[in-house]
């Protein structure tokens, strides 16, 4: 183990392995190492970041052993290499060019008795906004100043209400006892990190020989920003044929796909139009897996809640993920990384007493994507062996609960230890231009080191498996 790394580490890769339903003896196979402090911070990030990475190599060398005959492979996590992965959405480059995560107006605000965090990244989300509050559309910059007076009249739960109720993104921040108190809280707190079920009881899955755990596996990703798109990034590097599906009306950021679209494929289809539900349909009868990303229940009349999708096509992994957890007064809502750090407690005790503050990265999305990798590269392991439809449900807010109170940081942590992401980034041509991105952290012997593709222009694939 690297200087820095000590018994919390094996604890945190530990309870999630147990929560992923594994054997626990397999955990020796994995080593820590390389140098540290590249994910500074009060709570123990660095902690949360080589655990999810640990458990996530550690399944896909489970699942390598069956399609290649051999021992389970050592699996070695690097702490630069974890660090570098985790900062990735804010490393990646187009031809030297790098792009700003957050828009204006999502921020954190000053309200009548507190603090208030938003969310607006999207014209849809940022258009909201501005109708709850009262702010002309139209207002350009000056809708920064318009939008501080406007919540500076309100407390923070009233613009939180006022922002969800017109369909927005707004969440007061809150300590980690008052989100305690609160219903979905209390109920978040009750969920172990992640949950796993088997559906029915369909034919074990037989794997062909292959160097890569996924290799011949169709995964159809129906996530956006950012943990679900990690999660599926994943997959495709260990050999998956993975295609990701959005509406054509739905807005997605380029320069965010540019980093989450390594090793994938994109394509928009109309499900509501009978064209493009065929088109979908042909491709969810050749599914192996399905990620879903929107809130719960978005999806279900589309055919696509677990129970009718394992229904249609026994023997899928289905991987669900969400802001707030599958229940609850608040598992419909709408949510992001930041969103759910603000909520849950995370926002102040990484702030000062002048302000909120924010881990040192995405934290809450990159651990949850590299746990749902897990989750799916688990189930297809369990399908080997005992055959059923499987399903696997990950929240961002149980995420930050474990982060809050199950995991703790090494001695020392934090302090920096030679970090270098530089180390850590390749380059690479793209449809884009000289792309500009962080290498991935799930290795075990014999793995692969980097995709197969580049990200490319999102949406602008044929909708079809196996495409070029």
């Known amino acids: 183990m690297g200087s820095s790394v000590g018994s919390s580490v094996a604890l945190g890769a530990s309870q999630a392995w147990v929560a992923l339903g594994a054997d626990p003896s397999l955990l020796d196979r994995v080593s820590y190492g390389g140098p540290s402090g590249g994910l500074p911070a009060r709570l123990p990030v660095m902690e949360l970041a080589r655990a999810t990475v640990a458990v996530c190599s550690l399944a896909a060398a489970e699942l390598t052993s069956p399609r290649t005959g051999r021992p389970v492979p050592r699996v070695r996590v690097d702490d630069e290499a974890v660090a570098a992965a985790f900062l990735s959405d804010r490393l990646v480059r187009v031809d030297g060019r790098a792009w700003s995560a957050f828009a204006p107006l999502s921020r954190f605000w000053r309200a009548a008795d507190g603090w208030v965090r938003t969310h607006a990244n999207y014209p849809h989300h940022r258009a909201r906004l501005l109708a709850a509050l009262g702010v002309p559309g139209d207002a350009g910059e000056a809708a920064v100043d318009a939008v501080a007076r406007a919540v ?29 108190r609160t219903e979905q809280g209390a109920l978040v707190a009750e969920r172990p990190v992640l949950t796993t079920a088997r559906l029915d009881d369909a034919p074990r899955r037989v794997l062909a020989e292959a160097a890569l755990p996924c290799a011949g596996l169709r995964v159809l990703d129906l996530t956006r920003v950012l943990a679900g798109p990690v999660a599926t990034r994943t997959l495709a590097l260990l050999g998956a044929d993975v295609l990701r599906i959005d509406a054509p009306w739905l807005p997605e950021s380029q320069e965010a796909h540019n980093d989450t679209g390594m090793g994938k494929r994109s394509a928009t289809l109309d499900l509501a139009d009978p064209t493009g539900r065929r088109v979908f349909e042909a491709l969810l009868d050749e599914a192996d897996v399905v990620v879903t990303g929107y809130r719960p229940g978005a999806l279900d009349r589309f055919g696509l809640s677990p129970e009718a999708l394992a229904e249609r096509r026994p023997g899928l992994v289905i991987a669900q993920l969400s802001a707030w957890g599958h229940d609850g007064p608040w598992h419909e809502r709408r949510g992001f990384d930041s969103l759910v750090q603000a909520a849950t407690g995370i926002a102040q005790l990484e702030g000062s007493p002048d302000a909120p503050g924010a881990l040192p990265a995405q934290a809450l999305d990159h651990g949850t994507g590299y746990l749902l990798a897990a989750g799916v590269l688990r189930a297809l392991t369990g399908q080997h062996r005992t055959g059923g439809s499987r399903l696997v449900r990950l929240a961002l807010a149980r995420t930050a609960h474990w982060l809050l109170h199950d995991l703790a940081s090494a001695p020392g942590e934090g302090e920096g230890d030679g970090f270098d992401a530089g180390r850590r980034l390749a380059e690479t041509d793209s449809p884009m231009g000289r792309l500009r991105h962080a290498l991935p952290p799930v290795a075990y012997e014999g793995g692969p080191v980097n995709w197969a593709r580049p990200a490319g222009v999102w949406g602008a694939d044929v909708p079809v498996w196996g495409g070029a």
């Open 152 to 180: 500076a009249e309100r407390t923070a739960l009233e613009v939180e209400e006022a922002v969800y109720a017109a369909g927005g993104l707004a969440v007061a921040v809150r300590g980690p006892g008052e989100w305690a």
